[in-house]
């Protein structure tokens, strides 16, 4: 008010003590006036384009409110003239012209990559890696590395989430697998972290398992190189011998368990956490991890934090959960949520038995083993029985499960990544978010327990636009599940057989059958 009454008598003359009761009149109509209420009907409103609307009617509403008040008496005096309204107005068309326009380029270029958003004011996407150095002043250690990495274009992840998170907004995503959701996080974290700084943690990545959290670990050290960053993955050694009281890094890497355990036992102080990144996010709300998440969320305190979840499968009730987290949130979908990647080839093999399922795939084996090839089961007692058969066959193979220890699960992923392994047969603790290069073929031993579970498994070829190849074995007690990986195999552009889309569809999820052990060696 006291701005606004210096406005009003500048530059005239006048008496304010004859004046003073219309002086408290016009004050009492500013208070109430109805602009405040215009201001916060245009902050709840989704797009650009209405609050430009609302900002026009502002203007008017203010113009005509002016006279009918009698502010004209004052105002003619000391505001502008007619012609420089006028020009006031010539600029703000103009202006309004210029963001829509951009609002329709943005809408083009989202189109032709796929990408869907929705939120208020969503930020324009980028164009390309340059666009972090013009638009964001992308430091040129970050280019630099991006460039050696060898990626010259963003992905349409990249695209979208970056600018949403440089804007400081918070931001769930799903994008299909193997599309660089790793680096929409990692790179504007880094951006936003500048240098590193002491003074507690400052951003937390959590994975949800060991393996994932290793490989982030990995990217985040690639990218961060050339700069003294201090980047920590929450190990068992860490968790035993580290004083949390005097805890600092940039960006801590950690599993959900260890995490919540530094939290209860160690009193790892989360308050100053300015970003943090969940990824495979409908994996961490699931009950298993739900509680350990709840209890990370909490302990990150810090009312200026921004969250972020990214996943290449977005359950509903995960979009529930992050809306009623999140403040202002966006949301960005490339493709269609829940979508296998359209760059891999999937077929279904029907085997009969549990019998079956081993001449298939020893046939496939000798006929043409085109490795790295990753075989899943749905259970470790299943991996170690078919490691126990595919191990004397004369083909490189080795197994990854829960049971073996950490350093036995380092050495099975190191030696499928160096070539030394060309099978290697694992449980789902592989199956979300490892990065393999180059994997020619997946298959699928024992059928997928869910429709998610199908999809982040196969995603682990065909990946940064790359082709790979699935196969899925299925028997007698898959078939009520078939019509489930067909529609997803339809959807992600491959040939199904009509009679397969003629099936029932069957809710999916948790189908675990007793299976047959897989065994060569006849019953005693
Ligand atoms: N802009 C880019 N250009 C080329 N390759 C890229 C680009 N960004 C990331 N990659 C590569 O793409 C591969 C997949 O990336 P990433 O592991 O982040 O995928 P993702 O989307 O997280 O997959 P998932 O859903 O399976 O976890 C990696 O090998 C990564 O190095």
Known sequence: MANDSSFLFSGIRFDRKKFGADIARFQKKDTDNSLAKIQSVAEDEESEETKEAVSAKKRKRKRTSSAVEGFSVFRTSTSKSNDEIQADDDESIRLKKEQNKQLERDALFRKNHNIHVSGYNVPSPLQ??????????????????????????????????????????????????????????????????????????????????????????????????????????????????????????????????????????????????????????????????????????????????????????????????????????????????????????????????????????RQSFAESLNPPVLVFVQSKERAKELYGELAFDNIRVDVIHSDLSQEERENAVDNFRAGKTWVLIATDVVARGMDFKGINCVINYDFPDSASAYVHRIGRSGRAGRNGEAITFYTEEDIPFLRNVANLMSSSGCEVPSWLMELQKKKWKKHRPKRDSISTKPDL
Request: one cysteine or more.
């Open 128 to 361: 390309s890696f340059d666009e972090l150095k013009t638009r964001y002043k992308c430091p040129s250690y970050l280019l630099r590395n991006l460039r050696e990495l060898g990626f010259r274009e963003p992905t349409p992840i990249q695209r979208q989430a970056i600018p949403v998170l440089l804007h400081g907004r918070e931001c769930f995503a799903c994008a299909p697998t193997g599309s660089g959701k790793t680096l929409a996080f990692v790179c504007p974290m880094l951006m936003k972290l500048k240098v590193h700084a002491k003074g507690g943690i400052r951003a937390v990545i959590i994975c949800h398992s060991r393996e994932l959290s290793t490989q982030t670990y990995r990217e985040c050290k690639k990218l961060a190189k050339g700069k003294k960053f201090h980047i920590k993955l929450m190990t068992k050694n860490l968790l035993r011998n580290a004083d949390f009281s005097k805890f600092s890094c940039d960006i801590l890497i950690s599993t959900p368990l260890r995490l919540r355990l530094a939290i209860r036992k160690k009193k790892i102080d989360l308050s100053r956490v300015e970003y943090l990144v969940l990824d495979e996010s409908d994996k961490l709300f699931e009950p298993g991890l739900f509680k350990q998440i709840d209890s990370i969320i909490k302990a990150c305190s810090n009312p200026s934090i921004i969250r972020s979840l990214f996943s290449a499968t977005l359950p509903d009730f995960v979009e529930d959960r992050a809306r009623e987290l999140m403040h202002d949130a966006v949301r960005v979908i490339v493709g269609r949520k829940n979508m296998a990647s359209e760059t891999i080839k999937q077929k279904l093999v029907f085997t009969g038995s549990e019998e079956g399922k081993l001449l298939a795939i």
